[in-house]
């Protein structure tokens, strides 16, 4: 079956430091995906998004590639925050607006 | 604007009860998905709903059931609750006709 993986279960970056989460997948056929952010005892938050037909896609502080050839994506957070320590997600969406999610990467910030 | 809300926020339950979970879809949204997340687990999709009918299911036992109201709201059901039933229930809206999935702040289920 699909499954979506991470390459790190855990992160730990110096506050102003960039942070890099990967993320690979396996169905060829996923069209869109997802990065979501998720805080202790909270439900994930909608960090950026990316369509098949691109390579790469720019927010505030954020930035997901796509590589497309080995069904991979990565999260850039720029100038780390200890506001930005949470577990992270890339989701992806197979049709239908039906998600995969990984198991996440824990990114915790020092100070 | 409302985002995605979800009722209760903690629940504690006995094995062999039912239980009752509740989701208000951000404003202007039509589909609604309940996702179960165990604890240091990714969210695993268990079904959606849209226009009131069950349009998706992920693999999750006929325990699992819900419904969708005309004003978009849903609700999750769970039966005969099991001990590994204990987790996170999420719920995430969009629309039909887009992508973008927002996700509720959980409810917490416990099941003694």
């Known amino acids: 079956g699909e499954s979506v993986g991470l390459h790190l279960p855990t992160l730990s970056v110096q506050e102003g430091d960039n942070s890099i989460i990967n993320c690979a997948y396996s169905n060829s056929a996923s069209d869109y995906f997802i990065w979501y952010k998720q805080e202790s005892g909270k439900g994930p938050q909608f960090i950026i998004d990316i369509r098949s037909n691109m390579d790469k896609r720019q927010g505030q502080r954020v930035t997901v590639l796509l590589n497309k050839t080995v069904k991979h994506l990565s999260l850039q957070i720029a100038a780390t925050q200890p506001g930005d320590s949470a577990v992270y997600f890339c989701a992806e969406n197979i049709g239908g607006n039906q998600f995969y999610f990984g198991t996440g990467t824990s990114l915790t910030v020092i100070p | 604007d409302a985002g995605v809300t979800q009722s209760p926020t903690h629940l504690i339950k006995t094995r062999g009860q039912q239980v009752t979970l509740r989701c208000s879809p951000k404003?202007?949204?039509?589909?609604v998905s309940w996702y179960q997340q165990a604890l240091g687990q990714g969210p695993q999709f268990i079904f959606q709903y849209y226009e009131e009918e069950e349009r998706q299911r992920g693999n999750f036992p006929d325990r699992f059931s819900g419904h969708q109201f005309p004003n978009y709201s849903s609700e999750l059901n769970v039966n005969a609750l099991l001990l590994g039933d204990s987790a996170l229930y999420l719920c995430?809206?969009?629309?039909?006709?887009?992508?973008?999935?927002?996700f509720g702040p959980g409810t917490r289920l416990t099941v003694l």
């Open positions: 404003s202007g949204h039509d589909t």
């Open positions: 995430a809206s969009s629309l039909a006709s887009g992508n973008e999935q927002f």
